[in-house]
């Protein structure tokens, strides 16, 4: 018997709903015994009620006898059915204990997902784009995926199984690494990390990229103490705007509270993908520097323009805003695109998209003998455990 149909000899059960207390909470069964296991916990109102695909039962569940909560049961396809209970997070465990003591095996909703689509499948690397699609943060990641399935990774990997030519697939493989940085922004979304001294219009320019006020503003220097963080979207991009305590050497040896938050802001600057660095150019001394790595790609924004007398402030490394008035914003947004190099990214080119083929790929660059990149390539289309 294979991985694959020992798998679906398997009964699973998830939870299906997200964590916490919902209204009504959902447990999938699924597998050759989900039928006997929902019919050992859930005893249908009517005796005449009949189980078959889309029909809904109204009945109760039960353990031991013992009645745990009332509900509905849905047969969604054949060895596939839905439990439906209230959400208290107890009874969904008292659920998911017994139907456990019955032999089903319990399993995470992702797992049972994947399991689903490997089956569906032609080979893993779908079954992984069909899952990432349901979490794909923009539309575009989504039409990346596709065409991974379509062509892209899936076709670049079967060309290199008919013709192992070693240097000819390092050079290929390196440039998919590199496009595969890109493609995780756009499915992933990206961290933006706005920082600089107090008082330079961190806290305007949050609320103005994120079209709201989230940050509260003010001239007192050190009013931002921790971070304040809002989402949104930016072209193709959802992200993660971080608005940080204003850096400055003089705050940090005021008090302790101070030098945490300078601390912590430090710790954001190594943890993210684009630091937005803002100055006050109308200010004394705005010309000061990041105290940053360098690791991370870092944008200045001379804020206060309009204030101010700077020459030619628009460069490759600089944009000139005013975050209050609204002033070239987008071509800060647009900068922002081209840095994370977004602006013209090709859904089409093959691109890798979990860390186990980030993984494999990095092997095929560093092997050398045909027959292992042949071995390698295979284990990509193959799951890296019984799924």
Known sequence: MSEKELCRSETWACIRTGAGTAAIGTIEVEGPD???????????????????????????????????????????????????????????????????????????????????????????????????????????????????ITGGLTEVLRRWMKRPDVQSIHSEAEAILQHSRIARRVLQGVRIVIAGPPNS???????????QERALVSDIPGTTRDRVTAFGRLGPLWVEWVDTAGLDEELARADTLEQIAQQRTRELLNRCDLILYVLDTAAPLWTRQLPT????????????????????????????????????????????LRILQVDTFDPTRPAAFTDWQIQLLQKIVSADDPDGIKTLIQQLFKAPQTV
């Not at 001379?302 to 030619?312: A, E, Q, T, V």
């Open 34 to 148: 989900a039928l006997k296991a929902a019919q050992r916990i859930f005893l249908p109102f009517r005796q005449d009620g009949e189980w078959k695909v889309g029909q809904i039962l109204h009945g109760r569940f039960l353990a031991d006898s013992r009645v745990l909560d009332e509900g509905l049961a849905a047969m969604e396809a054949e060895n596939r059915i839905a439990l439906h209970a209230h959400g208290n997070p107890l009874i969904l465990r008292q659920i998911v204990k017994t139907l456990q003591n019955t032999g089903v095996q319990i399993v995470g909703f992702e797992q049972m997902l994947r399991r689903r689509f490997q089956s569906a499948c032609s080979d893993f690397i779908e079954a992984q784009a069909r899952l990432e699609m349901l979490r794909a943060a923009s539309f575009l990641g989504v039409q990346c995926l596709h065409h991974q």
């Open 201 to 211: 219009g961190k806290s305007t320019l949050l609320n103005r990229l994120a079209g």
């Open 293 to 336: 790595s360098g690791l991370i790609p870092t944008l200045t924004v001379l804020n206060k323009y309009d204030l101010s007398k700077i020459f030619s402030p628009n460069n490759r490394n600089a944009v000139a805003i005013s975050a209050l008035h609204g002033t070239n914003m987008e071509t800060l947004c647009e900068r922002i």
